[in-house]
């Protein structure tokens, strides 16, 4: 199993916190459920836990300064991690690509991709390593 807690990313103790209310969720319900399933759960779980978030949270996206519309992600945690949560029994490449870009278009250092669809929990971290975009 992947370390919880790893140094070597930033934000890592919140990470590690995150990960574990995830495992707990995964452990209690298994897969199968659907994504707000897992969410709600997640969020109990968060509050339990102590952390602090905004679920659903709402970000304006710009294009070259001009608006373009909004997104939101699952959850922007203690203000420094976005989690992106999916119940896929695999994940592919559109998954960690939507979750970073919501790193690198809202300047978030480091964010999550959560999987509670396979067998066994899946995450990945994301560090943005992209310098924040001119508006």
């Known amino acids: ?9 930033k934000h890592s103790a919140i990470t590690g916190k995150i990960i574990g209310c995830a495992i ?12 707000i399933i897992y969410q709600r759960s997640l969020a109990i779980e968060m509050i339990r836990q ?7 949270f ?3 996206v710009f294009y070259k300064g001009e608006y373009v519309g909004k997104r939101r992600v699952d959850f922007l945690v203690e203000d420094v ?14 998954h960690l690509n ?10 978030i250092e480091t964010g999550l991709l959560i999987n509670f669809g396979a ?8 560090i943005n390593s992209k310098p924040p975009r001119s508006k």
């Open 50 to 56: 102590g952390l602090s978030f905004v679920q659903e």
């Open 24 to 35: 707990e969720v995964h452990k209690y319900l298994g897969n199968g459920f659907q994504e």
């Open 119 to 126: 067998k066994s929990l899946q995450f990945k971290r994301l």
């Open 58 to 60: 709402e970000m304006t």
């Open 98 to 107: 939507q979750a970073l870009n919501d790193v690198e278009v809202y300047h």
């Open 81 to 94: 991690v976005s989690v992106e949560l999916k119940a896929r029994s695999e994940l592919d490449d559109s």
């Open 1 to 9: 199993m992947k370390p919880v807690v790893n140094t070597d990313y």
